[in-house]
């Protein structure tokens, strides 16, 4: 084997040598696999490389879990204070759910429909560390990002998971959105796939109950906007049938 390349091998990172003679094997010949193999073995053994590559993406997540609540709890006191600094990327993959209400005749009242349901989630007195404020949210992608205020619901036993609420005048109708999501960081989702197959894996609760506390969170901010949108149409003096509303929901929570 070229010296040269026999350097490049030896020099991988640890990982990269673990997939070389685990998953990705048969993509090598036995003389880059032998190396490979040799290499591993200086390193102390292909049991310590193992643990000692779970130890260092585990470490990665914890202290993006870290910088993430961070983020949050500092974007979560600006936002109270009714600042719009602070602001979050959406992004199709990780939505898993959606419900919308349309209300017509009903443009004008964006501001008063945002009030309403951040009142109706204060009154919910939710048994749970949940926070939310305005801010700035656009879509992924290079050639046109949309940018648009939402209101950002979090919670904090869950902080991968986030609701996002925007209201909007769209000509003569007022145009509601509910957007829930599973954002885990990098490094978490590396490992989820890595481990179970599901970059969301890790995001998720561990036991029933933890479950049963998300789903609880996730039904109050929707029931909160529609109860809002109700209470704005009976304002207005309109009939409820007469909005239009639905969902969908791409991975069940409960």
């Given at each position: ?6 350097k ?76 719009l ?13 959606v ?49 648009r ?40 989702k590396?490992?989820?796939k890595?481990l ?24 109050v901010?929707?029931d ?5 949108v109700?209470e ?8 409820p ?14």
């Amino acid at each position: 084997m070229d010296e040269e390349l026999r350097k490049q091998i030896e020099g991988l990172p640890d990982e990269d040598l673990l997939d070389m003679i685990g998953k990705k094997r048969e993509d090598y010949t036995p003389e880059a696999l032998e190396v490979a193999e040799g290499a591993i073995e200086a390193r102390g053994g292909i049991d310590y490389l193992r643990q000692k590559v779970d130890e260092e993406a585990e470490a990665r997540i914890r202290q993006q879990e870290i910088e993430d609540q961070k983020r949050w709890d500092e974007l979560a006191n600006k936002s109270f204070q009714g600042s719009l600094s602070g602001k979050r990327t959406l992004k199709d993959e990780t939505i898993i759910e959606v419900s919308y209400h349309m209300v017509r005749h009903a443009s004008g009242n964006s501001q008063k429909l945002i009030d309403c349901i951040q009142k109706r989630l204060s009154e919910a007195s939710m048994p749970c560390p949940s926070r939310w404020g305005v801010i700035e949210v656009k879509t992924k992608g290079w050639i046109s990002r949309v940018r648009r205020d939402f209101l950002v619901v979090v919670h904090d036993d869950f902080p991968d998971y986030h609701q996002y609420v925007s209201v909007r005048d769209f000509g003569i109708y007022l145009d509601c959105i509910r957007v829930f999501t599973v954002e885990p960081g990098f490094f978490k989702k590396f490992l989820a796939k890595k481990l179970a197959g599901d970059p969301d894996a890790l995001s998720a609760p561990k036991n029933i109950l933890k479950h049963h506390d998300l789903h609880s969170w996730n039904v109050v901010v929707r029931d909160s906007v529609r109860i809002s949108v109700n209470e704005l149409v009976e304002e207005l003096g309109q009939k409820p049938g007469e909005v239009r509303s639905g969902a969908k929901t791409f991975l069940d929570i409960w």
